[in-house]
């Protein structure tokens, strides 16, 4: 069978890492190369530096496994050609255990005479730089220090990432530790019970000095000490191992509704408590055996940290690593610039998307907590479900965000994923089943009371705006209906040194073509109406009244 054309967009990558070899395809053709989707992803569990370390004495990498690192980039390099990747697209390169292997130029030698592909060895400076700009690509705003735990090698470097795409830090990029989960590991195996216990303090030691080197800006120190602490990145096998344990033991919303590590975050506190106290084993949720007999190291380096006294208020999760990292640098500004959300869901997006998103926006007072790429998202997303059975729309709107459209999108919050969830399943109404009640009920816990409420309020309008203009096209020679909006306060007695509550929304429509539509105006204006009423807000305990006006 012959082999796909090749394809310009396509670029695939081999990070021959120290716990195993990672191999993928994504697809960076517009408009979503913002989130660089994956068309193809694999793993081959050869541990390079398990290879050179088994024995407790340093080797060089055994010639049976150089032979099995060979057999799985030939397998890859069939697996691109099916794809259509061109040759100049394809990447391999390779960090700690290559790059300190004894026998390193032996292993890079028979690569590139087997498979015609020659390997990039990664400085450890290159290594930290490229796992920051992984970092980056996971979240729309990044601020704070980023941590990537590999298996040979941990990687501390500070970033802030700009609006206009250009990504900031440290000028010495990264500072390097010998304390990646395995050799860690094998560390522990070789030292005495005192001596491990001595261990964090050493590591600790050496984090308070790296805080120095890094140079961190005074913006960020400063407003580390407004919050109380610092914003925390962490990416690796390692972190992402112990925050799904957090998700499974720390979290309590059981079980906790989006089961993505990246975008997850906890504040500090709950990321350093109970270090001792989980019982982890590779039945917990994405954590292999590998990764629980690993554990001991994460807790370690944990420890240390807080040992090190580094003051953290929040800790984000990532999925970003050297792969997404290559990937992210090569993009434009322009596209690194871009929302993820809104990158996600701008391929599904109406004809009319930017005047029924003005009307949404309309309908939504300006104080309320929404942002407004949850707003432009709804209405991306508006007319998705609407092929799907009436009783299952609501359904898979909720899901749409974990294991439905947006599953795959990379550079998303957990916050933005619970949001959008619970305002598309309002837009689309009906019931639901008694596993999508547990669902969106602990969605509405995750995002709070009163997103929740919003998220609501949001759905509506949203509903509304789909029954006005069924095919997302707004006629602009023939007006339908505008749209205000305002918070007020119900009572004008203002506590002294307080400010008023606003406790009220007032909604204004004006109809423009009532001949046909009056049905539909007022059917609106009862819903919104029930949102507001005390007794329709149910577990949320928490809302606004809604006082509407309707015009012709």
Known sequence: MASKPANEDYQALVDIGSNGIRFSVSNLSPPTARLMPTIYQDRCGISLYGAQNSTGTKVPIPSVVIEEVIAALMRFKRTCQDFGVRESNIRIVATEATRNAINREDLLRQIDQKTGWRVELLAKEDEGRLGAMGIASSLANVDGLCMDMGGGSVQLTWVIKKPDGEVDMSPVGSVSFPYGAAALMSELSKVSIQEQSDL????????????????????????????????????????????????????????????????????????????????????????????????????????????????????????????????????????????????????????????????????????????????????????????????IRAAAALRSTITGVLAGAHGLSHRDRGLLALVLRERWGGDLSDSDIQLYENLQQQCGKRLSWWAKYVGCMA??????????????????????????????????????????????????????????????????????????????????????????
């Not at 344990?245 to 975050?265: D, R, T």
């Not at 400010?499 to 001949?515: A, E, K």
């Open 200 to 391: 964090p303090g050493e590591v600790a030691s050496k984090l308070q000095s790296a805080l120095v080197d890094l140079q961190i800006p005074e913006s960020m120190k400063e407003a580390a000490n407004r919050s109380g602490g610092y914003n925390l990145y962490l990416s690796g096998g390692g972190f992402r191992g112990w925050g799904y344990i957090l998700m499974s033991h720390v979290e309590e919303i059981q079980p906790y509704p989006i089961p993505l590590i990246n975008g997850y975050n906890v504040d500090g506190p709950s990321f350093l408590f109970g270090l001792e106290g989980f019982p982890v084993t590779s039945s917990t949720f994405r954590v292999s055996s590998r990764r629980a007999s690993q554990v001991p190291a994460v807790q370690l380096l944990i420890k240390a940290m807080s040992q090190a006294q580094i003051p953290i208020s929040q800790v984000h999760f990532s999925q970003g690593g050297v792969r997404e990292g290559l990937l992210y640098t090569g993009l434009p500004r322009s596209v690194r610039m871009q929302n993820p959300l809104i990158a996600s869901t701008l391929p599904y997006a109406p004809e009319s998307a930017v005047s029924l998103n003005s009307l949404l926006r309309d309908a939504v007072p300006e104080s309320s907590p929404l942002q407004p790429v949850i707003l432009t998202s709804t209405i991306n997303l508006l007319y998705v479900h609407g092929s799907l059975p009436k009783d």
């Open 463 to 552: 509903s509304a705006i789909g029954n006005l203009f069924p095919a997302g096209i707004v006629r602009q020679e023939e007006p339908t209906v505008t749209v205000k909006s305002r918070l007020y306060a119900s009572t004008t007695e203002i506590p002294r040194d307080s400010s008023p509550q606003l406790d009220c929304c007032w909604v204004n429509i004006t109809v423009h073509r009532g001949d046909d539509i009056g049905g539909v105006v007022r059917d609106w204006a009862e819903d919104l109406k029930k949102i507001g009423k005390k007794k329709n807000w149910g577990k949320l305990g928490w809302g606004l009244h809604v006082d509407v006006e309707v015009r012709n």
